[in-house]
């Protein structure tokens, strides 16, 4: 798999896979993952390169729809949505957290 064949949350298992580390499938259950750790960080201008980006367009922690992988100065790699695949965006509304496990 590659390419435009990821969503987005199989994109973010599928990176930290191949650098050793399992995540859970989905964007919600990996935001859960990463927050019962105590790894959420809310403050955009403090992300690192390689965290988790999480988007909940209700600001809610239990509604979270997509997330992608930080790579500095306010931009992320991400599944965009069906038909546009991989690419590189800025990081957007929406954003609640992001955090590395």
Known sequence: AGGSAFDCSGLTSWTYLRHGFALPRTAQQQYSFIAARGHINHN??????????????????????????????????????????????????????????
């Open 44 to 101: 955009l201008n403090t992300l690192r390169p390689g965290d988790l980006v999480f988007f909940s367009p209700s600001g809610s922690p239990n509604n979270i729809v997509h997330v992608g992988i930080a790579l500095g100065n306010g931009k992320m790699i991400h599944a965009a949505r069906p038909g546009v695949g991989v690419v590189i965006g800025n990081i957007y509304a929406g954003f609640i957290g992001g955090g590395r496990p």
